[in-house]
């Protein structure tokens, strides 16, 4: 019997395994591919945390190994020596979000460390704050972010109310790993839970304490009340937790012509009117668009479902709604922080910008143009939360702004994890700002070109699912770090970039980065939340035609060797 078979057969045999679960087991029995799929590794508690498919079996999430996942967290927090430990959970709109966070309250409860629960669903970026606000010893967030439904996570956090960096999440995932039986979680009842005070039901206190924390970051609060009646937000918070926090902090600032896309307004699992619940794709604007042109709206924003990723829509210089990126819309919310800071005399002389190694350098151009230099981080906000501990641990710096390409930003002290509140906020700050002053975000975004080189950068990924999917990425990453090209398209490349040596004072990752002797890069990673391995291209040219040449150019060149 392989491993796959016994793990199977395990599993139907085991008396804590409920009969549910194997109903869903025996209707694969058939299924030989299927079972290798759910059975052959163990669903990896890597540095993020969980995230899987759900289902039952060993390579899915479920309240199985949701429970084991927790039982190692409880027995980390424990060795810790904290008294009175406890932990934080939040969850968003996903299948089985409220399962999974009540099964880890109860694992935590079971092991003596006191669960705070938030009463229904709230964004990733709030339970960082209530990490802090709490005194807590670690967080747990039930999200899969803008993974498709089929799927669910499960990420922590460190008492700071960032993720866990490697040098911490290495122990946890020890400790997890040595649950090697269900029969090893400790958990007691809700009952007994709520009774002994070890679950605790966060709500609306903490909910306005968010809000406060986030609209104390405004800039421009009198400038958006004397415009608010002729500036117009479409905003859809795509089925997730975004809905009533953006809307509290838009009205807090004084935003009043505010309309939410009913038709994703409400919580849904399925996501049933996108494709995909990602602001980072079009598509998912398709009816925030139309009713935008229905109403003349002078910006769209958007939400994923766990609120800690914001896309913006704006219209372009024909009228025509124009979905930022990342990149434009980091650059454009940095020129607007930094100058509102500098025009009211508050940029501090030790102020930075952090960004990961994957973002554009438009942001860090801009940055400099102020005298605030950019530092650079691994992918992974966690990374750029760490380094803003360091920096109120220490005083060497003030944050001022953090983000990545992959659209998540924080401005402000009060979390440590990317937030979408608080970027739809900035975002529509500065084109109400702008608008002021007769501009739209894409004339100012035309303007930052002109001024600071036209930076294009361009996002592409393969998925390769299943165990085959894991080892055709591994040899992708071997033949370009064996084999790397001396030049693209008549263009040297200056230098290669292995973070898995690692560089410039980070941490090891796996990610090549190949720099070309015209200011061009492009890097290639592997997904640490997906099954599939991204290529990240950028280039800076004279014009937005010529930029456009360039980036073309390398992605046809790196893709052909890729498919080749």
Avoid at 115 to 120: N, P, S
Avoid at 121 to 128: A, D, V
Avoid at 264 to 291: G, L
Avoid at 448 to 471: H, I, P, Q
């Amino acid at each position: 019997m392989t491993r796959v078979q016994t793990q199977y057969q395990l599993w139907l045999d085991d008396p804590s395994i409920d009969a549910r679960t194997k109903e869903e087991l025996l209707a694969i029995r058939e299924d030989a591919k299927e079972i290798e799929d759910r059975f052959y590794k163990d669903l990896e508690f890597g540095t993020g945390g969980l995230r899987g498919v759900i289902g039952a079996g060993t390579n899915r999430i479920n309240i199985y190994t949701v429970g084991r996942a927790s039982q190692g967290l409880a027995q980390y927090v424990r060795g810790t020596g904290t008294e009175a430990p406890s932990i934080a959970i939040a969850y968003d709109s996903r299948h089985m979000s409220p399962e999974f966070a009540l099964e880890a309250a109860l694992v935590f409860a079971g092991n003596g460390i006191k669960a705070y629960v938030f009463e229904a669903l709230r964004p990733t970026p709030q339970l960082s704050f209530a990490v802090r606000q709490l005194g807590a010893t670690a967080g747990v967030v039930i999200t899969a972010s803008h993974n498709p439904p089929e799927y669910n996570g499960y990420k922590v956090y460190g008492a700071d109310g960032g993720q866990l960096v490697p040098e911490f999440a290495e122990q946890v995932i020890a400790e997890v790993q040595g649950v090697d039986s269900f029969d090893k979680v400790k958990k007691l009842s809700q009952a007994e839970a709520e009774a002994k005070g070890l679950l605790q039901w966060l709500g609306a206190d903490m909910d306005a304490q968010y809000i406060e924390a986030v609209s104390a970051v405004s800039q421009n609060s009198e400038t958006i009340k004397e415009i608010s009646d002729d500036f117009r937000i479409v905003f859809t918070p795509l089925h997730g937790t975004g809905n009533m926090p953006v809307r509290e902090v838009l009205k807090k600032v004084g935003f009043g012509q505010v309309r939410v896309v009913a038709e994703q307004e409400q919580p849904d699992a399925q996501f049933s009117t996108v494709k995909s619940p990602n602001p980072e794709e079009r598509e998912a604007f398709t009816i925030a668009i139309e009713q935008a042109k229905a109403w003349n709206a002078d910006i769209i924003v958007g939400t994923d479902p766990d609120a800690d990723r914001m896309g913006a829509v704006v219209k372009d210089a024909n009228g025509e709604y124009f979905v930022l990126t990342g990149n434009q819309s980091g650059a454009i919310i940095v020129n607007y922080l930094l100058s509102s800071l500098k025009e009211k005399g508050k940029l501090p002389a030790n102020g930075v910008v952090i960004k990961t190694i994957v973002t554009s350098e438009m942001g860090a151009a801009i940055a400099g143009h102020y005298g605030i230099p950019t530092l650079n981080t691994l992918t992974g906000f966690k990374y750029i939360g760490e380094k803003m501990t360091q920096f109120e641990r220490t005083g060497e710096h003030t944050f001022l702004f953090g983000y990545e390409e992959s659209y998540g930003y924080l401005a402000g002290e009060y979390a440590r994890d990317k937030d979408a509140i608080i970027a739809a906020m900035l975002i529509c700050e500065a084109a109400a700002y702008y608008k002021k002053q007769g501009k739209t975000l894409y004339d100012v975004l035309q303007e930052l070109y002109a001024s600071f080189g036209y930076f294009l950068e361009k996002l592409e990924s393969k998925t390769l699912k299943g165990k085959d999917g894991v080892e055709q990425i591994r040899r992708i990453m071997e033949a370009w770090r064996t084999s790397p090209p001396s030049e693209i398209n008549g263009i040297s490349v200056a230098e290669v970039e292995d973070y898995d040596q690692g560089i410039n004072g980070l941490p090891r990752e796996n990610v090549l980065k190949f720099k070309l002797a015209d200011g061009s890069w492009f890097c290639l990673r592997p997904s640490g939340t997906e099954p599939k391995i991204k290529f990240y291209f950028a280039v800076k040219g004279a014009s937005n035609t010529e930029a456009a040449q360039q980036l073309d150019g390398i992605i046809q060149y790196v893709l052909s060797r890729v498919d080749g």
